[in-house]
């Protein structure tokens, strides 16, 4: 017999930081970028482009609304974003 807490789904937590990454992300998708560079979040946001780097890499493995992948490294780590329910199979 399966317990109730056995059958809650797990939600990823975010911490402060990374919810603040994806509310920038979100906005960003929302208006149709694709395509993020780690320092322009870092400046928009107020935090260093290594915080943004670290968190970013997080949120690919655990974020199941986006596809983040990293993209480039001219001049700052460039990531794109898509949501995952426009990503095709």
């Not at 935090?47 to 609304?65: D, F, H, P, Q, Y």
Request: with cysteine.
């Amino acid at each position: 017999m399966v317990s109730d807490m056995e059958l809650q789904v797990q939600v990823p937590q975010y911490n402060s930081t990374q919810q603040r990454i994806l509310n920038y992300l979100k906005a960003g998708v929302a208006s149709g970028t694709r395509f993020f560079k780690a320092k322009y979040i870092a400046k928009e946001l107020g935090i260093s482009s290594r915080a943004v780097g670290t968190n970013l890499a997080l949120l690919a493995e655990k974020c199941m609304e986006f596809e983040i992948v990293q993209w480039g490294y001219s001049t700052s780590t460039t990531w794109m974003v898509k949501l995952r329910s426009l990503v095709s199979s």
